[in-house]
């Protein structure tokens, strides 16, 4: 099973680690695990485009993430926020790799920035493989938008709240081959957050499937998610 977006690694067979990491170096990237390089919206300040670049150069099978645009600490996205995240897509698209996205309060936004295209380099060549919108809680919407930038969804503990009814709607009108599940584990909830062992098999309830078939399709769309970067193909 792969846990499609963490902070730290907990046991599942793969993890895509997404920066800030919590948890010693030595205990990221096992084998199968894969790693996304990038500056979250609420730590701007760590961000430097020069050492991004050097670490994607050097590591051909790490990703870009989790990186994007957040309005659940402040109410505005200031244009540097979105300065940061435009430079991060524009390195994803020049190394093609897939990125995670992170867009709390702002998905139509995120979508928009992703979408109106400012942030291609001037000549073209590169391009985004895929993107992965982890945290994602709005309604169905921007599924087809989500769909033709290649995006997948990971849905995540709250699915296993009985009072969230709408996320439960969301969670059904994935597109079958659009789905994955995750922790989003930190150091700080690693205690509380359920394994997403627990997460596909509540998914696979809502979608009157067993928890065999719905682990297949969700394995499927890791790989394909993942693309270039898995390395057991
Ligand atoms: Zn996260």
């Known amino acids: 099973m792969t846990d499609a977006h963490c902070h730290l690694v907990r046991g599942e067979t793969r993890h895509l680690l997404c920066e800030p990491f919590v948890g010693e170096a030595s205990r990221l990237a096992a084998e199968r695990d894969v790693v996304f390089y990038g500056t979250h919206p609420w730590y701007l300040d760590g961000f430097d485009a020069d050492a991004?670049?050097?670490?994607?150069?050097?590591?051909?099978?790490?990703?870009?993430?989790e990186i994007g645009l957040d309005r659940l600490k402040e109410r505005n996205i200031s244009p540097r926020m979105r300065e940061i995240f435009e430079a991060q897509l524009r390195l994803a698209a020049e190394f093609r790799r897939p990125v995670v996205l992170h867009g709390a309060k702002c998905w139509g936004d995120v979508v928009k920035t992703i979408e109106n295209g400012k942030w291609r380099m001037e000549n073209e060549g590169g391009r985004i493989p895929a993107f992965l919108f982890h945290g994602f809680s709005r309604s169905g919407g921007l599924l087809p938008d989500i769909v033709k930038l290649n995006g997948y969804v990971s849905i995540g503990p709250a699915i296993?709240?009985?009072?969230?009814?709408?996320?439960?709607?969301?969670?059904?009108?994935?597109?079958?081959?659009?789905?994955?599940?995750?922790?989003?584990?930190?150091?700080?909830?690693?205690?509380?957050?359920?394994?997403?062992?627990?997460i596909a098999a509540k998914l696979a309830e809502l979608r009157g499937l067993?928890?065999?078939?719905?682990?297949?399709?969700?394995?499927?769309?890791?790989?394909?998610?993942?693309g270039v970067l898995n390395k057991h193909e």
């Open 210 to 226: 067993t928890a065999e078939a719905l682990e297949k399709v969700l394995e499927r769309n890791a790989e394909a998610f993942l």
């Open 52 to 65: 991004l670049r050097a670490r994607l150069a050097a590591n051909p099978q790490a990703g870009v993430g």
């Open 160 to 198: 296993l709240n009985d009072h969230a009814v709408n996320y439960r709607e969301l969670a059904k009108a994935i597109p079958e081959d659009r789905l994955l599940v995750e922790s989003d584990a930190t150091a700080e909830n690693d205690a509380e957050v359920p394994s997403v062992r627990d």
